[in-house]
């Protein structure tokens, strides 16, 4: 049984179009997470849900929008994409604010 | 400005010798440390973590040290396996709010264990 899952595994999109990743999870935890792994292989957080109110929203264009329909799922959209957004996206989620996280497999998205 | 730093991007160990791995931070307020471990086209996986009120966790073949005073944490893998080749990331966190932590992490180390 998968943990936390993501759909899709890889996305290859161009420039101006707009995709959605999503994400679930299955151990019953309340806190969920999207991180962004760069070129420079940098994991940095965007945004962080706590039973679908944001609690954490780093500094992160508003083209990229969380959204939490429930707390097993954290969905994120990403309107008018650009090259820059190329980049590995993890989910994760976590029992409560100071324990660990537990990460999804990633989605690597390409914007051409 | 990088709060938590892995400086070595790499490191060979010979199967059944201790592997070291080595993160140092600069935030005073972080009070949780993790250490991850990612093969490629996977989710990193937690190891182990140590919370700032302690200076040593052990499980299994992992240790993790913290020192304070020096703003510095270790892994050690003993012995090392070829099945622990893959890639090392320290993360800290300061508690954020009640209910979600950011953590910060390291550009990660790249472990060989060579037979």
């Known amino acids: 049984d998968t943990a936390v899952s993501q759909t899709p595994k890889y996305l290859v999109t161009q420039m101006g179009n707009d995709k959605s990743i999503k994400c679930e999870q299955n151990l019953g935890h309340d806190t969920m997470y999207w991180y962004k792994q760069d070129s420079k292989k940098f994991l940095k957080i965007m945004f962080s849900y706590n039973n679908k109110e944001l609690i954490i929203n780093e500094t992160v264009p508003n083209r990229f929008s969380p959204k939490s329909p429930d707390k097993a799922h954290l969905n994120l959209h990403i309107n008018s994409l650009e090259l820059g957004d190329s980049a590995v996206y993890f989910c994760?989620?976590?029992?409560?604010?100071?324990?660990?996280?537990?990460f999804g497999p990633g989605t690597r998205l390409t914007v051409t | 400005d990088q709060q938590v730093k892995q400086n070595s991007p790499s490191l060979s160990v010979q199967e059944g010798r201790i592997s070291i791995l080595n993160c140092d931070y600069t935030n005073s307020m972080f009070d949780y440390f993790l250490w991850y471990k990612k093969y490629p086209a996977e989710g990193p996986t937690f190891l182990i973590s140590i919370s700032s009120i302690k200076d040593k966790n052990e499980d299994g073949r992992f240790t993790v040290f913290l020192n304070k005073s020096a703003k510095h944490l270790s892994l050690h893998i003993v012995p090392s396996q070829p099945g622990d080749s893959a890639v090392y990331f320290c993360a800290a966190s300061a508690i954020y709010t009640g209910t979600a932590s950011k953590l910060t992490f390291g550009t990660g180390t790249r472990l060989q264990v060579t037979l």
């Open positions: 994760a989620s976590s029992r409560y604010g100071g324990g660990e996280q537990y």
